[in-house]
């Protein structure tokens, strides 16, 4: 194998990682993640388990599959809906009220309703009375992860595909370089002889007269 050909795998390899192995990494927390959280149907309950504080929101799944069957109702929430959000020692969490959010994935959309603030891991019951059969579900908004996943994935889905085209590069002018000085194992035409002008001259050496 010519010097320099391993060079251009390497590169190419690292190229294609870059390009479609790193984005693809990231983009996966995201589609399971969203997979992932607590929905359910109201009038009704859950329970959900927060392992980490913060901001958790309450969503208006408008348009969604839940349990097989398909829904597509109103952005806006019915009237006469009751929401009580309490924590593991049962007591009530403030609903904030805020419908700036909206998110889209593929067949479902959601709209925040609101958000509660929780100080510490611990299990928190969403309860939802009144109105009609809507679904809900409650989990962080996720927009600032999902920024700083993608700013991250772009960073250094460069960073790594940008190395594979240097080494791509070095690969082929390691091949140029080797093409233009032949291969240094070869032996020189001709012999030793040769190289020192000599041409064979058998015989005995021209006396003096």
């Given at each position: 194998m010519?010097?320099?050909?391993?060079?251009?795998?390497?590169?190419?390899?690292t190229?294609l990682?870059?390009?479609?192995?790193v984005?693809?990494?990231?983009?996966?927390?995201l589609?399971?993640?969203?997979?992932?959280?607590?929905?359910?149907?109201?009038?009704?309950?859950i329970?959900?388990?927060?392992?980490?504080?913060?901001?958790?929101?309450?969503?208006?799944d408008?348009r969604?599959?839940?349990?097989?069957?398909?829904?597509?109702?109103?952005?806006?929430?019915?009237?006469?809906?009751?929401?009580?959000?309490?924590?593991?020692?049962?007591?009530l969490?403030?609903?904030v009220?805020?419908?700036?959010?909206?998110?889209?994935?593929?067949?479902?959309?959601?709209?925040?309703?609101g958000?509660?603030?929780?100080?510490?891991?611990?299990?928190?019951?969403v309860?939802?009375s009144?109105?009609?059969?809507?679904?809900?579900?409650?989990?962080?908004?996720?927009?600032?992860?999902?920024?700083g996943?993608?700013?991250?994935?772009?960073?250094?889905?460069m960073?790594?595909?940008?190395?594979?085209?240097?080494?791509?590069?070095?690969?082929?002018v390691?091949?140029?370089?080797?093409t233009?000085r032949?291969?240094?194992?070869a032996?020189?035409?001709?012999?030793p002889?040769?190289?020192?002008?000599?041409?064979?001259?058998?015989?005995?050496?021209?006396t003096?007269?």
């Amino acid at each position: 194998m010519k010097p320099g050909i391993k060079t251009i795998i390497a590169g190419g390899v690292t190229f294609l990682l870059g390009a479609f192995v790193v984005p693809l990494l990231f983009i996966l927390p995201l589609i399971f993640g969203h997979q992932q959280e607590a929905q359910f149907k109201a009038p009704g309950s859950i329970e959900v388990a927060v392992k980490e504080p913060g901001r958790y929101y309450l969503w208006n799944d408008f348009r969604t599959i839940y349990n097989g069957k398909s829904y597509n109702r109103a952005e806006t929430i019915p009237d006469g809906l009751e929401f009580q959000i309490r924590d593991a020692e049962g007591h009530l969490l403030e609903l904030v009220s805020d419908a700036s959010i909206s998110m889209s994935s593929g067949s479902s959309a959601k709209k925040s309703i609101g958000y509660v603030e929780v100080e510490h891991p611990c299990k928190v019951t969403v309860q939802v009375s009144g109105g009609e059969e809507t679904i809900f579900s409650f989990s962080q908004s996720g927009l600032v992860k999902m920024l700083g996943l993608v700013v991250g994935a772009i960073g250094l889905s460069m960073i790594v595909a940008i190395a594979g085209l240097a080494l791509i590069v070095w690969g082929i002018v390691k091949v140029v370089r080797a093409t233009r000085r032949g291969d240094p194992n070869a032996a020189p035409r001709g012999g030793p002889a040769t190289r020192f002008g000599i041409s064979g001259v058998t015989g005995r050496p021209p006396t003096a007269s």
